[in-house]
């Protein structure tokens, strides 16, 4: 059989100068001389010699500060002192000092948000008082770490008593005893967001992403999430098309418009990742990309500009849920 002549042939950033044995010697555009098989440049597996994965973890760091942070900001307790050599998950992080005089590198995105006040230690402020949802702390539990976190004694507004950590409560992620879920089980998912945005405006004005992604190099996925860095470390994203930051219930309001509007394009076989859930019904497959992408930029710019509120009723009627 006749072997492939690839010479001369562009393959994104390499070009292909010859044969090397069984593969062949491309150059990057960066420079860079690499040797790569037939057909992984032919598939798209390979694209160049390793610095456009390099320069898309770059663009997405530099999204990702759209609010910079410099020398001197302050957060709480904490102020910066300069940038850390240190990364978790793609992300920058800031050397701080805190007000007791320790001083402790902290992602960016944990200044910007206020997850992050101080080197660690109001962590044992008290919260006996204050209400999160429906519920009230108590008191501080007998038990008081579970891992890491502190676990508080609160009553809820239906008068049960239950447990919860610090995070669970500051996060939004558990607002009652268990009661609040009973309510909503029967309502469609988009209700059940749509109430909880409503009831937690704290969590609903976090700083969060909505996303267009490939998912194990086979099909795409609409989504949102606060961590996207921590998503495409675990390898649960092969490529990332689209993203953009905005509040919580925009981004949710913005996604459940969007998988509306595109759920013609439902796989009619989901993708699963070793028997875990990947979020099937919000893949997609068989979409001109460029104009799915220019319609979610439309949509979110009407989000932020009306509410998402009005904007998930201009759009969402009860007739589709």
């Known amino acids: 059989m006749k072997r492939l002549e690839l010479t001369d042939h562009k393959y994104e950033r390499l070009t292909v100068l010859g044969p090397a044995g069984g593969k062949w010697l491309c150059k990057c555009d960066c420079g860079e001389i690499c040797v790569c098989s037939t057909g992984s440049l032919r598939s798209g597996n390979t694209k160049s010699c390793g610095c456009l994965k390099r320069d898309r973890i770059k663009e997405t760091v530099k999204r990702r500060e759209t609010n910079p942070i410099s020398i001197g900001d302050e957060f709480g307790e904490l102020t910066v002192i300069g940038e850390s050599d240190v990364r978790t998950h793609q992300s920058v992080h800031w050397l701080c000092k805190c007000s007791c005089g320790k001083t402790k590198a902290i992602r960016a995105g944990q200044l910007k948000s206020g997850d992050a006040k101080s080197c660690g230690h109001l962590e044992k402020a008290n919260l006996i008082g204050e209400t999160f949802g429906r519920l009230t702390v108590i008191k501080k539990t007998k038990k008081v770490k579970q891992g890491q976190h502190v676990k508080w004694l609160c009553q809820c507004i239906c008068g049960n008593l239950?447990?919860?950590?610090?995070?669970?409560?500051?996060?939004?992620?558990?607002?009652?005893?268990?009661?609040?879920?009973?309510?909503?089980?029967?309502?469609?998912?988009?209700?059940?967001?749509?109430?909880?945005?409503?009831?937690?405006?704290?969590?609903?004005?976090?700083?969060?992403?909505?996303?267009?992604?490939?998912?194990?190099?086979?099909?795409?996925?609409?989504?949102?999430?606060?961590?996207?860095?921590?998503?495409?470390?675990?390898?649960?994203?092969?490529?990332?098309?689209?993203?953009?930051?905005?509040?919580?219930?925009?981004?949710?309001?913005?996604?459940?418009?969007?998988?509306?509007?595109?759920?013609?394009?439902?796989?009619?076989?989901?993708?699963?990742?070793?028997?875990?859930?990947?979020?099937?019904?919000?893949?997609?497959?068989?979409?001109?990309?460029?104009?799915?992408?220019?319609?979610?930029?439309?949509?979110?710019?009407?989000?932020?500009?009306?509410?998402?509120?009005?904007?998930?009723?201009?759009?969402?009627?009860?007739?589709?849920?």
């Open 162 to 321: 239950t447990t919860v950590v610090t995070d669970a409560l500051k996060s939004g992620h558990i607002v009652s005893c268990g009661c609040y879920r009973k309510e909503v089980v029967g309502l469609n998912k988009k209700d059940e967001g749509h109430i909880a945005y409503e009831m937690n405006p704290e969590y609903a004005a976090r700083e969060c992403w909505i996303y267009i992604v490939e998912v194990g190099n086979s099909v795409d996925k609409i989504g949102i999430a606060f961590d996207m860095g921590h998503r495409s470390f675990n390898g649960e994203y092969t490529k990332v098309w689209w993203l953009r930051a905005m509040t919580r219930a925009n981004c949710w309001a913005v996604e459940q418009v969007a998988l509306l509007q595109t759920r013609d394009f439902i796989p009619s076989s989901p993708y699963k990742a070793r028997g875990k859930s990947t979020g099937h019904t919000e893949q997609r497959t068989g979409w001109i990309l460029d104009d799915v992408r220019e319609n979610m930029e439309t949509l979110c710019d009407e989000c932020e500009e009306i509410g998402w509120q009005d904007f998930y009723a201009n759009y969402v009627s009860c007739e589709t849920l």
